[in-house]
T-cell receptor, first 116, second 112 residues
Framework: NAGVTQTPKFRILKIGQSMTLQCTQDMNHNYMYWYRQDPGMGLKLIYYSVGAGITDKGEVPNGYNVSRSTTEDFPLRLELAAPSQTSVYFC???????????????FGPGTRLTVL | GESVGLHLPTLSVQEGDNSIINCAYSNSASDYFIWYKQESGKGPQFIIDIRSNMDKRQGQRVTVLLNKTVKHLSLQIAATQPGDSAVYFCAENPSGTYKYIFGTGTRLKVLA
């Protein structure tokens, strides 16, 4: 298994541009997450999904959108990029049964985004 | 707001010594906790977890201790090795939710 893969690894955007960060997992996990990590800080949850067709907001969803059309893919869309969105973005996936909080999250390698 | 924090942002230890990384959590409803290791340029990697019905759990060279009375979590690494150098995060999962709250991390430096 490749695990969780993310593309691109690096990207520089101009203010106002848009882009999609790709995330794919091949572990048949039902849960997927998007986090951002600012320098010297912990991870902040942007959006998460408990299954195909279902998404929900995390702590910092403003300026982002997600979709989950398949189990494997969970793209993150940035519309109208702003300097405040400069960060490292991590995608994660996990398998959860009906008991929340019993999962182990597997993280991708991250996408480093700079908005100038 | 709810948060998970760490007492020491940087910890330096001699190779071969034991390391203790601490974490305080604020949500008394959290019942599941995870420690992650993050090496430079990589995503977090699961180390060990513990549920709130336990106060200690051991893995290979690592032990997690949970003190629910004072809402404190610690990660002990035995015989610290250079490969242990990384940033360590604790994360808590409030009961009944699918979300995790991460701390800011502690950087562990292993001195030769």
């Amino acid at each position: 298994n490749a695990g969780v893969t993310q593309t691109p690894k690096f990207r520089i955007l101009k203010i106002g541009q848009s882009m999609t960060l790709q995330c794919t997992q091949d572990m048949n996990h039902n849960y997927m997450y998007w986090y951002r990590q600012d320098p010297g800080m912990g991870l902040k949850l942007i959006y998460y999904s408990v299954g195909a067709g279902i998404t929900d907001k995390g702590e910092v969803p403003n300026g982002y959108n997600v979709s989950r059309s398949t189990t494997e893919d969970f793209p993150l869309r940035l519309e109208l990029a702003a300097p405040s969105q400069t960060s490292v973005y991590f995608c994660a996936s996990s398998y959860q049964d009906y008991n929340p909080g019993t999962d182990t999250q597997y993280f991708g390698p991250g996408t480093r985004l700079t908005v100038l | 707001g709810e948060s998970v924090g760490l007492h020491l942002p940087t910890l330096s230890v001699q190779e071969g010594d034991n390391s203790i990384i601490n974490c305080a959590y604020s949500n008394s409803a959290s019942d599941y906790f995870i420690w992650y290791k993050q090496e430079s340029g990589k995503g977090p990697q699961f180390i060990i977890d513990i549920r709130s019905n336990m106060d200690k759990r051991q893995g290979q060279r690592v032990t997690v201790l949970l003190n629910k009375t004072v809402k404190h979590l610690s990660l002990q690494i035995a015989a610290t090795q250079p490969g242990d150098s990384a940033v360590y995060f604790c994360a808590e999962n409030p009961s009944g939710t699918y979300k995790y709250i991460f701390g800011t991390g502690t950087r562990l430096k292993v001195l030769a």
